[in-house]
């Protein structure tokens, strides 16, 4: 599987481009501004249906312009396949494969597994657990449709029984009955949330532990450490445990949204006891990590997009890095840098071929 062709109509700083790649390695080069990130981002957009560092697509608008397109064509099983994105102000995002609408974006995850590793990634080890959730239920989402059903189902709900605990509070009134629904409609989601997060984390972070070796040549011993309310209690007994808790604050207070990820560098979180040069080796294991998990349960090479990852690591991490990415199980590349030099110097040993873009 690889990207032809896209091409980018008044979509952020753009207002029209066209690019044919190369299908192995594929390298953006310019100054801040420009639009590299732009290009890595309307790929990540083709793949999963919005973007990754704007969700909020009409502020993905080019300004001035009342609409954005994209258009991607790919060869996926030796067939060529035409992905478009376009959003116009005023009405409803649609997403096209082969011309044929989709009803529901979520059936469209998975079809082009991509990973991105950016600069956005250090929000894994500097923002909430909210974060870090996302970022390990988007790596299984692309491989188990039913685990996306069911999160999505999931949130819809808990924001459904938030917003009755609210009306409780505004009413002065309480339903049990009512409240008892929604507590089994949850209860009937998250389990299998939690199961699916459990094996995924044993499976993950084995592949995590072997990528930061290679990268950092055994120089710290990492681990991620899965922290869940269900580890040790049902969630009906949470919530029923919760609820006066629940009443007072308003919203659910226990459950599969609370989950998180601890990330750690000999047993200590990486954000306060890691340098800025371990913390970017380690995100970028994570990434390399969720390549490798989605190209075995996939049987397919994700598309790997390297957006300025080679900031803050030394020569020896960025060579080591595209030594990897250079591996035949690797398919096909995106980097952009400020650094033509630096790039150049990563890519001289390279046994793949690419191609140069200046911007």
Do not use: W
Request: proline share 2%; with cysteine.
């Amino acid at each position: 599987m690889y990207l032809k062709q896209i091409t980018l109509t008044n979509y952020k700083n753009i207002n029209s481009k066209t690019f044919d790649f190369n299908p192995k390695i594929n390298c953006f080069i310019g100054n801040n501004g420009v639009g590299k990130t732009n290009i890595l981002d309307a790929i990540y957009h083709l793949a999963f249906g919005k973007s990754y560092f704007n969700p909020i697509s009409i502020q993905n608008i080019h300004f001035g312009t009342d609409f954005f397109a994209l258009e991607g064509r790919y060869e996926i099983n030796k067939k060529e396949e035409k992905i478009i994105c376009s959003v116009k102000k005023g009405q409803k995002k649609t997403l096209k494969r082969n011309g044929k609408a989709y009803d529901r974006i979520a059936d469209h995850i998975g079809l082009i597994p991509t990973v991105i590793i950016s600069p956005a990634d250090r929000d894994l080890i500097s923002e909430g657990s909210s974060t870090r959730r996302k970022f390990i239920d988007a790596v299984i989402g692309q491989t188990d449709s039913e685990f996306l059903r069911n999160l999505i189902e999931y949130n819809k709900i808990l924001s459904q029984r938030n917003a009755l605990l609210k009306f409780f509070a505004l009413n002065q009134s309480f339903d049990a009955d009512t409240l008892e629904i929604y507590n089994e409609q949850l209860t009937l989601r998250s389990q299998p949330i939690y199961e699916r997060r459990k094996t995924f984390m044993e499976h993950f972070i084995p592949i995590f532990k072997e990528r930061y070796n290679l990268i950092s040549y055994n120089q710290e011993q990492v681990n991620l450490s899965y922290d869940s309310q269900l580890q040790n209690i049902s969630h009906k007994i949470l919530l029923e445990e919760n609820l006066s808790k629940d009443r007072m604050i308003q919203h659910t207070s226990c459950g599969i949204h609370k989950d998180d990820i601890h990330l750690l560098k000999d047993e200590q979180h990486i954000k306060k006891f890691g340098s800025q040069g371990q913390q970017k080796t380690f995100l970028v294991a994570l990434k390399l990590a969720q390549f490798e998990f989605l190209k075995e349960k996939t049987g397919v090479a994700p598309i790997l997009l390297l957006d300025d990852a080679f900031d803050k690591l030394d020569q020896h991490r960025v060579s080591q890095i595209v030594s990897l990415v250079d591996q035949n199980d690797f398919g096909q590349i995106f980097i952009t840098d400020t650094h033509e030099d630096r790039t150049m110097q990563a890519l001289s040993n390279t046994k793949s071929g690419y191609e140069l873009f200046k911007l």
